[in-house]
């Protein structure tokens, strides 16, 4: 079945300093990647649309400058939280969308999460 | 927009009993209704999808409803096993012009006790 993978697992970063989470489809080609947010016991927060060769889409109210989206290929899609401070400590997941050719919405698929802490 | 209402948001239930998950939609227009079930530190995973052609789908001792005139659809898991233990996300989507968001339930927590 289809797998999406996110590395790393878990990262812990002093206040200031920048990290980079990969989200990548290991056997499918995926034009579009979401990112999630998740806080505890809530439900999944969607951050962006990654769109492969073009700009992400964010939704309202997640700052851009902060939190920098690449997707440079269609396996590989990555986040980037700019300055992280503590309020920034989160349960961070992205998925890719299986394309099934022409029929309508495609699975979309999960990787495992990237647990960050900033102290 | 579209809003997914999930209930209840926590179950218990004692293994080999039935247990039954019930969101609502607000979108007529969504045609695509998928189940997550996420375990513990780790993200969702699907385990079962409708689309809105179809009125019933099931895998194995999973099984879900969709009722598109009263806009709500229902997870059914027969059965249920200690492993079936985790939180279970309903979600709806509307394909519109190849922008396609998937907008999610609150969860439950199904707790299956041995």
């Known amino acids: 079945g289809a797998v999406v993978s996110q590395h790393p697992s878990r990262v812990i970063c002093k206040s200031g300093t920048s990290v980079k989470i990969e989200c990548r489809s290991l056997?499918?080609?995926?034009?579009?990647m979401f990112w999630y947010r998740q806080f505890p016991k809530q439900s999944l927060m969607l951050m962006a649309t990654?769109?492969?060769?073009?700009?992400?889409?964010?939704e309202q109210g997640v700052e851009k400058d902060k939190f920098l989206i690449n997707h440079a290929s269609l396996t590989l899609s990555t986040l980037t939280v700019t300055s992280a401070h503590p309020e920034d400590s989160s349960f961070y997941i992205c998925?890719?969308?299986?394309?099934?050719?022409?029929?309508?919405?495609?699975?979309?698929?999960f990787g495992n999460g990237t647990r960050l802490t900033v102290t | 927009g579209e809003n997914v209402e999930q209930h209840p948001s926590t179950l218990s239930v004692q293994e080999g009993d039935s247990a039954v998950i019930k969101c609502t939609y607000s979108d007529s227009a969504s045609n695509y209704f998928p189940w997550y079930k996420q375990e513990l530190g780790k993200g969702p995973q699907l385990i079962i999808d409708?689309?809105?052609?179809?009125g019933e789908k099931k895998d194995q001792r999973i099984a879900v409803t969709l009722n598109k005139t009263a806009k709500h659809f229902s997870l059914h898991i027969t059965e249920t096993q200690p492993e079936d233990s985790a939180v279970y996300f309903c979600a709806a989507s509307t394909a519109q012009g190849g922008s396609e968001k998937l907008v999610f339930g609150k969860g439950m927590k199904l707790t299956v006790n041995p």
């Open positions: 409708i689309r809105s052609n179809v």
């Open positions: 998925s890719a969308r299986r394309y099934l050719g022409a029929s309508l919405n495609s699975p979309l698929h």
């Open positions: 056997d499918f080609q995926a034009t579009t």
């Open positions: 990654s769109n492969e060769g073009s700009k992400a889409t964010y």
